[in-house]
């Protein structure tokens, strides 16, 4: 019968490269310095992110660590792209987290607020100046919006105004069904704290850089 000392950890050991063939750890670990796969980095680090945190994303996919693919690449190019993408999730992480707390879980177009039994928010966490412009990862340039509303926010069909009047464009397929959603006031609710709410330069940004069509009235 095995003991603790000698069952076999494969399924749960973080750092599996120092593992032998029945899944207990080798002599490979007694090494002070030992290079550590990708696979195995991503791994240690996913589980350090896993912290539990109130303001869980709706699925897995987006809380999730971006994995590096295997690959026959050199080691130092795979050392560098794993930390990139680290450092990427974590601002992630940090960015949705203090965006859904301005908006307490809310979103600011249609007032939704649905959380699961898990405590799983519905709510995303949406840059309003995109990823791709090199935008800052400040709440001043998030607003915390439904799936569907954020899908045309980040498309151009939706904007906002700095008084927070929302625009709909002209290119929306089914305006009457998109209204029947959005707060009947037709005004977004931006954060209760003011330095929480969008900053009006990323607003004029997604105005006139994102926003597709003509503005309906």
């Known amino acids: 019968m095995a003991t603790p000392h000698t069952k076999s950890i494969s399924s749960t050991y973080p750092e599996r490269s120092v593992l032998n063939e029945a899944g207990t750890v080798s002599g490979r670990a007694q090494a002070a310095v030992r290079p550590i796969p990708a696979e195995d980095f991503n791994r240690i680090v996913g589980l350090g992110l896993d912290t539990h945190e109130e303001l869980l994303p709706r699925s897995e996919a987006g809380a999730g660590l971006a994995l590096v693919a295997?690959?026959?690449?050199?080691?130092?190019?795979?050392?560098?792209?794993?930390?990139?993408?680290?450092?990427?999730?974590?601002?992630?992480?940090?960015?949705?987290?203090?965006?859904?707390?301005?908006?307490?879980?809310?979103?600011?177009?249609?007032?939704?607020?649905?959380?699961?039994?898990?405590?799983?928010?519905?709510?995303?966490?949406?840059?309003?100046?995109?990823?791709?412009?090199?935008?800052?990862?400040?709440?001043?340039?998030?607003?915390?919006?439904?799936?569907?509303?954020?899908w045309m926010f980040d498309r151009g069909l939706l904007t906002v105004t700095d008084d927070a009047?929302?625009?709909?464009?002209?290119?929306?397929?089914?305006?009457?069904?998109?209204?029947?959603?959005?707060?009947?006031?037709?005004?977004?609710?931006?954060?209760?704290?003011?330095?929480?709410?969008?900053?009006?330069?990323?607003?004029?940004?997604h105005r006139e850089h994102c926003f597709k069509g003509v503005a309906l009235s």
Not at 173 to 194: C, H, M, S, W, Y
């Open 70 to 150: 295997e690959e026959q690449a050199p080691y130092a190019f795979e050392q560098d792209r794993v930390q990139m993408l680290t450092r990427r999730t974590v601002r992630d992480r940090i960015f949705r987290t203090r965006v859904l707390k301005a908006y307490d879980r809310r979103c600011a177009f249609t007032g939704f607020q649905f959380i699961n039994g898990g405590g799983r928010a519905e709510v995303e966490a949406a840059h309003i100046k995109s990823v791709q412009d090199k935008d800052p990862d400040v709440v001043q340039n998030g607003i915390a919006l439904s799936g569907t509303v954020h």
């Open 165 to 205: 009047s929302i625009i709909l464009s002209n290119h929306i397929n089914d305006v009457d069904g998109v209204r029947k959603i959005l707060l009947p006031t037709g005004r977004a609710q931006f954060a209760e704290k003011p330095h929480d709410r969008p900053g009006p330069a990323f607003l004029r940004w």
